[in-house]
Structures are given as structure tokens and as C-alpha cells.
């Protein structure tokens, strides 16, 4: 089957990750998946701008989709050509829902936006996805379009790392989360060790996604950052995120606020436990496990005295290892983008 | 019936006044005329609620993406993104909503057409584009029309589009011209068919009077564009301009066309080459016989007695065209006559109220229909 993925996709953010290995995967497993957009030979995607009518098109809809650099009349060939029903939204960042506010994080910036944005996903498509076990909206099921590749694994071993802790990932509504991780840090500074920031915003500048309509996206505290002596790196591409987290001994898994609410997972979910590096979940016990597996549990950043459950990290780093590696398995089980294909066969098959 | 068009929502852009005459007409008619695109302050209302919508009309030009000109140089302009600014995500909305039998492409600058190319001017820059272009049109509509009494291919129906609104005719009175010439456009692509009206007009220049140039482009290439479409569309010799002694004077606004056109004994009626070629119709061809001048037509006599009457071919600049202007300046008042049988005949055969029904009858029928224009 030939899947035409429709997302405007940068390399260094976004679904970047995913969208390179289900090209790469699909090809092994007898498929094809290409990146609508012009060839562009320079661009890790498989980019093509031919539409034929059995194609099955799948819209990713992330927050670019509403970016004015959009390929201006792509929306009409794929309409025109491929019916209704070979065609699903995977609406990424639950914005197919009413307008939220989750402690200054949003989905939309107003009402209207939201009954726009599903007025345009229900113009596309019946059948509308998000990767979440929980939509909110009773017409949206799960998917979930980010996955685990167990090629990315990288052997755990955390002696003589540069770094005790690295996050990789972009500001984004994701100050708090951050913090939190800081916070726990904070009373056991000088045991952890060097600390990295890879991504885009956090050393407040203002205009790397886009407008907002609440300052919250971009919100940083610099001073705290480098009271803590925080090393606040450029972004790096996809190819180099899990590497770029496997210079740390442990690395947080943040996500923002309205994605903790929704239960929504990111390309993020999957690639930090397949790098060399401890993941330390900042999420509910409940949702963590709900993906990783029961083991999981114990590496959630508890409420109470979380700095204990960095201390012990860093002092038994081998037994941690142990546990992504029973995370590694069942992940590899349950979210391969190989499952993923046969999933995505099977709906347009339906 | 409630029409919604899809087009730029900028004054100056070539077909918005046209658009003002069918939401006048449709207003006296008891239908209801609004542009599909987000609410903001235009002559037309603009509206993105597809609800009641009887049909979308597509009014199609040149540039889809990207409307040039209208701001001082130097200013951001608004982007407007998605075909006509109306956003990329308004048109999947539009799409789903309106059946395919109820949306109506009308292709104003003859794109839908194979590549053609006639004296320098071009519908389409290559193959590859022309092919895109059509195909687009396709995607939309099998309802696709131009403004033409003759259009090339066999799935084309034939729509003016573009009408006459004798509310604007100003009483022809030349005792008092300012002006004997007054040419009232931009360039673009226009040069060839100006410097056929100017080598006229050469001959005879001293008895003309005082000439003007009302419009964009005339004095320099701009440099923003890129080339080669820079040379072929903005072409112009300012040195014989200038040798002319015809004054360039920046655009003015829509509303003030035909007062502009009115300060003159007579105004040349030019288009593109390729407008010639598919014999197009264009607002202008309609505004200027509503002037308080003598439009002298630049196109073929056959083109000017189906649209104009047959008496308007006596106004066709042909081979004796400098002695054609001199007799103009002469007796303006011979040709007025001329004038008032045109603007009879216009209002009778090419009224907005007329357009729109012709609409109608567009946007019912099951195909193609053939008009009785």
C-alpha cells in the first residue's frame, strides 16, 4: 500500500523522527511511505508530490499545519484525487478538542479556533485519531503515529558520561515541567554533575515557533537556569537527539502541560529509552506504566523527596539499566513502527 | 440564491469592482452576493460560513497567491496565504461543504488554455506550469467559463463575466478637457499595444494637447520582480516616453477610474496581447465607454462590434489610427454620438442584472451551458 503522509515537517522539531523511519520500515515491510512536498534532495524525507487515486493519505496534523508556508494548493489535489474514506487526520497535538487551558499551556487560543480547526479535520476525513488511549471526544480513537525503533538502542553504560543530566527537546510549554526537574535537582547540584539543555527557546528567544497567544510557550526563567548552572545548547537534528541523550546519565521525559492532561505521547516517548541514559518520567504513575510496562514505575519522579530518586539513579546507575532494558522489550512488543504499518493497513483496509 | 466568490479582497486587484457590481445587483434582485474569506472591511462582505451558500464562484487570474502592488514599497504586506488569501485550511472547508456541481471556476486571465504565446505576452511561464494550472482548475470544478465570446477548448463555456453598470455614465461633454489622451492601467504585458496607440499618436502629437499615463510600471521595471518575467511583463522605454512628453502619473484608486478617464477627449482601450488573442474580457473595457471621453479601441474591429455594437468599430484604431485621433480631437462631438449608441447598447446587452442571471442559469445547470450574450 502507498501511504502519502501529509505534515510540514522540519528537521529539527516536530515529528521529524517518525516521519523517517515509517519511509524507511514501510519499504521493508512490502509499503511505501512518502512525504507530500517537492523533492528536495538535501531533506533526510522521502518527499514526492504524486497523488494517485489508491493512495492512502494520512494527515499528521501537528502546529504547523497552520503555517502560511504550506504548500499552497496541496490540500485541493489531494481531495480531488484520493476519496474520503483513504484518508484519516492523526491530530498530533489535541487540537481536535474544545478550547483548553491547562496551567497556561492551551491547545487554541480561543473557541473558535477550536471549532475551526475541527471543522477542517471533519472536511478531511471520518475517521480522526490522536496518540492518546483517552480522547476526550467520543468520534476520535487512538493511534499512535509516534513509535519505538529497537535499532536506535544504544547499550546502557554510565561511566564517563559529560553530562549527569541532558534533556533534548524545545521550551515550548514546557518551562514547568522543567522546572520541576530542576527543582528536584536543585538540593543535590553538585552530585549531578554537569547539566545540558538541547532545543530551541530556552534561553528566551522569542520567535522560533511561531505566535502564541500566550506568553507561556516561551516562558523561561534564564537567571534560575544559570544559577543552577544550566549549559543551554542549539537544537539538533533528529537523527542526533538519541545519541545527544546518551551524553547524560539520566534524562528527564517532560512533556507540556496540555499533553500530560490529554495523555498524548511524543516522537520523545519513544526515542529516550532506547538512547544510553536513564529515563526519569515527570508524568503520573498511572499514565507512565499505561505505555512503559509496570517496570516503569520506578522511574517515576515522585512527588515527595524526588532529589532521593536522583541521588539513587546516579549511585546505581546498573540497576536502573536494568529496567529500561525490560522497557527496551516491551516497547520493541507493543510500539514498533512495524506494528504501527500493520495498523495503519488494517484501518485503511476497514 | 446566495453566491459566494472567492477572490482577493483588495480594492485595486482587477475584478474587485466588478465584484462590488454583482453585490449591488444581487442586492436589488433579492439574492445575495459575499466573498468566501475571513470577515474583514471590504465593499463586499466576506464571510468564511458556508451554510447557505448556493454555489462558490472561483474568480481565477494570473496570480492566485499573491497579489502584488497594492501597498507602498517597503511595506509588509498582510500574508495572505492559500488560493486567492483566502488560507490553505478555508479551502478544505469550502471542499467538503460545496458539491462539485456548485462551484464554478471563472478563468479571467485565459489560463485554462494550452501554452500560448503571442507577441512576448504568455499565459502560462512553461509547460510544466500550464499543466499545474489547468489541473487546478479541474480540481475544482467542471463548471469552467471564460470571458469570451469564442473560447478555445470544447469544456470551456463562454461567461463575460465582467459587465456594464450605466449608473456610473457621466454626461460627455468636451468643452473643457484638460487632457486630449488619458490612458488609465499598469503595464503589465501592455507596452506592445500602447507603443501601436503612441506611434499614432506621434504623427500627430501637436494637436493633441496634453497626454497622460495613469498607472503602475510605466516609468521603470521594477526591480522586485524577478527576471525574465521582469523584462517580458514590465517592459517600457520611459526615454520616448519622456520624448513624448507624456506625463506618468502614479495608480489611483478603483473608485476614481472613470473620473480619471473623464478628464481626457479620448482614452485608448488596450489589453494584453493574450487578452487579444482569447479576445477576453476585462473590467476596464466596460468602465471606459461610461467615461466622459471617446474610447479608441486597440483591438480587432470584430472583437469590438460582438462586445460594443456594430457602430463602435468606427472607434477601432486601425491603420489610419493617427488620422482616426486627429478626427477625434477635431469633432469630439461626432463620436460622442458614437458614445451614447455604446453605452445604449452596453446597458441592454451587458448589464449586471443581466450577468447575474446568465449566473444563475450557470450554477442550476447540471454542465456547460451556452449563453445568448
Same mark, same amino acid.
Given at each position: 500500500?502507498?501511504?502519502?503522509?501529509?505534515?510540514?515537517?522540519?528537521?529539527?522539531?516536530?515529528?521529524?523522527?517518525?516521519?523517517?523511519?515509517?519511509?524507511?520500515?514501510?519499504?521493508?515491510?512490502?509499503?511505501?511511505?512518502?512525504?507530500?512536498?517537492?523533492?528536495?534532495?538535501?531533506?533526510?524525507?522521502?518527499?514526492?508530490?504524486?497523488?494517485?487515486?489508491?493512495?492512502?493519505?494520512?494527515?499528521?496534523?501537528?502546529?504547523?499545519?497552520?503555517?502560511?508556508?504550506?504548500?499552497?494548493?496541496?490540500?485541493?489535489?489531494?481531495?480531488?484525487?484520493?476519496?474520503?474514506?483513504?484518508?484519516?487526520?492523526?491530530?498530533?497535538?489535541?487540537?481536535?478538542?474544545?478550547?483548553?487551558?491547562?496551567?497556561?499551556?492551551?491547545?487554541?487560543?480561543?473557541?473558535?479556533?477550536?471549532?475551526?480547526?475541527?471543522?477542517?479535520?471533519?472536511?478531511?476525513?471520518?475517521?480522526?485519531?490522536?496518540?492518546?488511549?483517552?480522547?476526550?471526544?467520543?468520534?476520535?480513537?487512538?493511534?499512535?503515529?509516534?513509535?519505538?525503533?529497537?535499532?536506535?538502542?544504544?547499550?546502557?553504560?554510565?561511566?564517563?558520561?559529560?553530562?549527569?543530566?541532558?534533556?533534548?527537546?524545545?521550551?515550548?510549554?514546557?518551562?514547568?515541567?522543567?522546572?520541576?526537574?530542576?527543582?528536584?535537582?536543585?538540593?543535590?547540584?553538585?552530585?549531578?554533575?554537569?547539566?545540558?539543555?538541547?532545543?530551541?527557546?530556552?534561553?528566551?528567544?522569542?520567535?522560533?515557533?511561531?505566535?502564541?497567544?500566550?506568553?507561556?510557550?516561551?516562558?523561561?526563567?534564564?537567571?534560575?537556569?544559570?544559577?543552577?548552572?544550566?549549559?543551554?545548547?542549539?537544537?539538533?537534528?533528529?537523527?542526533?537527539?538519541?545519541?545527544?541523550?546518551?551524553?547524560?546519565?539520566?534524562?528527564?521525559?517532560?512533556?507540556?502541560?496540555?499533553?500530560?492532561?490529554?495523555?498524548?505521547?511524543?516522537?520523545?516517548?519513544?526515542?529516550?529509552?532506547?538512547?544510553?541514559?536513564?529515563?526519569?518520567?515527570?508524568?503520573?504513575?498511572?499514565?507512565?506504566?499505561?505505555?512503559?510496562?509496570?517496570?516503569?514505575?520506578?522511574?517515576?519522579?515522585?512527588?515527595?523527596?524526588?532529589?532521593?530518586?536522583?541521588?539513587?539513579?546516579?549511585?546505581?546507575?546498573?540497576?536502573?539499566?536494568?529496567?529500561?532494558?525490560?522497557?527496551?522489550?516491551?516497547?520493541?512488543?507493543?510500539?514498533?513502527?512495524?506494528?504501527?504499518?500493520?495498523?495503519?493497513?488494517?484501518?485503511?483496509?476497514? | 440564491?446566495?453566491?459566494?466568490?472567492?477572490?482577493?479582497?483588495?480594492?485595486?486587484?482587477?475584478?474587485?469592482?466588478?465584484?462590488?457590481?454583482?453585490?449591488?445587483?444581487?442586492?436589488?434582485?433579492?439574492?445575495?452576493?459575499?466573498?468566501?474569506?475571513?470577515?474583514?472591511?471590504?465593499?463586499?462582505?466576506?464571510?468564511?460560513?458556508?451554510?447557505?451558500?448556493?454555489?462558490?464562484?472561483?474568480?481565477?487570474?494570473?496570480?492566485?497567491?499573491?497579489?502584488?502592488?497594492?501597498?507602498?514599497?517597503?511595506?509588509?504586506?498582510?500574508?495572505?496565504?492559500?488560493?486567492?488569501?483566502?488560507?490553505?485550511?478555508?479551502?478544505?472547508?469550502?471542499?467538503?461543504?460545496?458539491?462539485?456541481?456548485?462551484?464554478?471556476?471563472?478563468?479571467?486571465?485565459?489560463?485554462?488554455?494550452?501554452?500560448?504565446?503571442?507577441?512576448?505576452?504568455?499565459?502560462?511561464?512553461?509547460?510544466?506550469?500550464?499543466?499545474?494550472?489547468?489541473?487546478?482548475?479541474?480540481?475544482?470544478?467542471?463548471?469552467?467559463?471564460?470571458?469570451?465570446?469564442?473560447?478555445?477548448?470544447?469544456?470551456?463555456?463562454?461567461?463575460?463575466?465582467?459587465?456594464?453598470?450605466?449608473?456610473?455614465?457621466?454626461?460627455?461633454?468636451?468643452?473643457?478637457?484638460?487632457?486630449?489622451?488619458?490612458?488609465?492601467?499598469?503595464?503589465?504585458?501592455?507596452?506592445?499595444?500602447?507603443?501601436?496607440?503612441?506611434?499614432?499618436?506621434?504623427?500627430?502629437?501637436?494637436?493633441?494637447?496634453?497626454?497622460?499615463?495613469?498607472?503602475?510600471?510605466?516609468?521603470?521595471?521594477?526591480?522586485?520582480?524577478?527576471?525574465?518575467?521582469?523584462?517580458?511583463?514590465?517592459?517600457?522605454?520611459?526615454?520616448?516616453?519622456?520624448?513624448?512628453?507624456?506625463?506618468?502619473?502614479?495608480?489611483?484608486?478603483?473608485?476614481?477610474?472613470?473620473? &480619471?478617464?473623464?478628464?481626457?477627449?479620448? =482614452? @485608448?482601450?488596450? /489589453?494584453?496581447? $493574450? !487578452?487579444?488573442?482569447?479576445?477576453?474580457?476585462?473590467?476596464?473595457?466596460?468602465?471606459?465607454?461610461?467615461?466622459? &471621453?471617446?474610447?479608441?479601441?486597440?483591438? =480587432? @474591429?470584430?472583437? /469590438?462590434?460582438? $462586445? !460594443?455594437?456594430?457602430?463602435?468599430?468606427?472607434?477601432?484604431?486601425?491603420?489610419?489610427?493617427?488620422?482616426?485621433?486627429?478626427?477625434?480631437?477635431?469633432?469630439?462631438?461626432?463620436?460622442?454620438?458614437?458614445?451614447?449608441?455604446?453605452?445604449?447598447?452596453?446597458?441592454?446587452?451587458?448589464?449586471?442584472?443581466?450577468?447575474?442571471?446568465?449566473?444563475?442559469?450557470?450554477?442550476?445547470?447540471?454542465?456547460?451551458?451556452?449563453?445568448?450574450?
Amino acid at each position: 500500500m502507498r501511504f502519502v503522509f501529509v505534515n510540514w515537517a522540519h528537521e529539527t522539531h516536530g515529528s521529524a523522527q517518525d516521519l523517517h523511519n515509517y519511509s524507511r520500515v514501510a519499504r521493508t515491510l512490502g509499503h511505501d511511505v512518502v512525504l507530500y512536498g517537492p523533492a528536495n534532495p538535501a531533506s533526510a524525507f522521502n518527499y514526492s508530490m504524486e497523488i494517485r487515486d489508491d493512495d492512502a493519505l494520512v494527515f499528521i496534523f501537528e502546529f504547523t499545519t497552520n503555517l502560511e508556508q504550506s504548500e499552497r494548493l496541496s490540500f485541493l489535489r489531494m481531495l480531488s484525487r484520493v476519496p474520503r474514506h483513504r484518508r484519516i487526520v492523526i491530530d498530533c497535538d489535541g487540537k481536535y478538542n474544545d478550547a483548553l487551558n491547562v496551567v497556561g499551556d492551551v491547545n487554541h487560543p480561543d473557541a473558535a479556533s477550536s471549532r475551526r480547526w475541527i471543522d477542517v479535520c471533519d472536511s478531511l476525513a471520518d475517521r480522526i485519531y490522536q496518540p492518546t488511549y483517552r480522547p476526550l471526544r467520543s468520534n476520535v480513537r487512538p493511534f499512535f503515529f509516534h513509535a519505538y525503533n529497537p535499532t536506535w538502542e544504544v547499550p546502557i553504560e554510565c561511566r564517563d558520561k559529560r553530562f549527569g543530566m541532558v534533556y533534548v527537546g524545545n521550551n515550548w510549554f514546557r518551562w514547568r515541567a522543567l522546572r520541576r526537574v530542576l527543582e528536584a535537582v536543585e538540593p543535590i547540584r553538585p552530585e549531578v554533575g554537569r547539566i545540558g539543555l538541547v532545543g530551541h527557546g530556552w534561553d528566551g528567544e522569542q520567535s522560533w515557533g511561531g505566535p502564541m497567544a500566550t506568553g507561556d510557550a516561551y516562558y523561561t526563567d534564564l537567571p534560575y537556569l544559570r544559577k543552577m548552572g544550566v549549559d543551554i545548547l542549539p537544537p539538533v537534528r533528529f537523527d542526533r537527539v538519541v545519541p545527544c541523550m546518551g551524553e547524560g546519565v539520566f534524562s528527564p521525559v517532560i512533556y507540556r502541560p496540555l499533553f500530560d492532561h490529554l495523555r498524548l505521547v511524543t516522537c520523545r516517548t519513544f526515542e529516550t529509552p532506547a538512547a544510553n541514559t536513564i529515563p526519569l518520567f515527570a508524568q503520573e504513575v498511572s499514565f507512565v506504566t499505561e505505555i512503559y510496562g509496570p517496570d516503569a514505575a520506578e522511574l517515576v519522579l515522585p512527588e515527595r523527596d524526588p532529589q532521593d530518586k536522583v541521588l539513587d539513579v546516579l549511585a546505581r546507575p546498573d540497576y536502573f539499566g536494568g529496567i529500561v532494558s525490560r522497557i527496551r522489550r516491551h516497547l520493541a512488543a507493543t510500539y514498533s513502527y512495524e506494528a504501527r504499518i500493520h495498523e495503519l493497513v488494517d484501518l485503511m483496509r476497514n | 440564491m446566495r453566491l459566494m466568490f472567492v477572490y482577493w479582497r483588495t480594492g485595486d486587484a482587477g475584478s474587485a469592482q466588478t465584484l462590488y457590481g454583482y453585490a449591488k445587483a444581487a442586492e436589488a434582485m433579492g439574492h445575495e452576493v459575499m466573498l468566501y474569506a475571513p470577515e474583514e472591511p471590504f465593499p463586499v462582505k466576506c464571510s468564511l460560513n458556508l451554510e447557505s451558500a448556493d454555489a462558490v464562484i472561483f474568480v481565477l487570474e494570473w496570480n492566485m497567491y499573491l497579489h502584488p502592488g497594492e501597498l507602498p514599497k517597503n511595506t509588509v504586506r498582510p500574508a495572505r496565504p492559500g488560493l486567492m488569501g483566502i488560507g490553505h485550511l478555508n479551502l478544505v472547508r469550502l471542499m467538503n461543504r460545496v458539491p462539485r456541481e456548485r462551484r464554478i471556476v471563472i478563468d479571467d486571465d485565459g489560463m485554462y488554455n494550452p501554452i500560448t504565446s503571442v507577441e512576448g505576452d504568455f499565459n502560462h511561464t512553461s509547460e510544466e506550469a500550464c499543466r499545474l494550472r489547468m489541473e487546478t482548475y479541474e480540481s475544482l470544478s467542471d463548471k469552467i467559463y471564460q470571458p469570451t465570446l469564442h473560447p478555445v477548448l470544447p469544456n470551456v463555456g463562454s461567461f463575460l463575466f465582467h459587465a456594464y453598470n450605466p449608473a456610473l455614465e457621466v454626461p460627455l461633454d468636451f468643452s473643457a478637457k484638460e487632457l486630449g489622451m488619458i490612458y488609465v492601467g499598469s503595464n503589465w504585458f501592455r507596452w506592445r499595444p500602447m507603443m501601436r496607440v503612441l506611434r499614432a499618436l506621434e504623427q500627430v502629437r501637436s494637436c493633441v494637447g496634453r497626454v497622460c499615463i495613469v498607472g503602475r510600471d510605466w516609468d521603470r521595471v521594477p526591480d522586485w520582480v524577478e527576471s525574465p518575467l521582469r523584462e517580458q511583463a514590465y517592459y517600457t522605454d520611459p526615454a520616448y516616453l519622456h520624448g513624448l512628453d507624456i506625463d506618468l502619473l502614479p495608480p489611483i484608486p478603483a473608485q476614481h477610474v472613470i473620473a &480619471t478617464m473623464s478628464r481626457a477627449v479620448f =482614452n @485608448p482601450v488596450v /489589453v494584453r496581447p $493574450i !487578452f487579444h488573442h482569447f479576445e477576453l474580457i476585462n473590467p476596464r473595457m466596460f468602465e471606459t465607454p461610461a467615461a466622459n &471621453t471617446i474610447p479608441l479601441f486597440g483591438l =480587432n @474591429p470584430r472583437y /469590438v462590434g460582438e $462586445i !460594443f455594437g456594430d457602430r463602435a468599430r468606427e472607434l477601432v484604431l486601425d491603420e489610419h489610427a493617427a488620422d482616426k485621433i486627429a478626427d477625434v480631437m477635431s469633432r469630439p462631438e461626432y463620436y460622442a454620438d458614437i458614445v451614447r449608441g455604446i453605452r445604449r447598447h452596453l446597458a441592454e446587452t451587458q448589464s449586471y442584472q443581466k450577468r447575474l442571471q446568465e449566473l444563475i442559469q450557470i450554477i442550476e445547470s447540471k454542465g456547460l451551458v451556452a449563453l445568448c450574450t
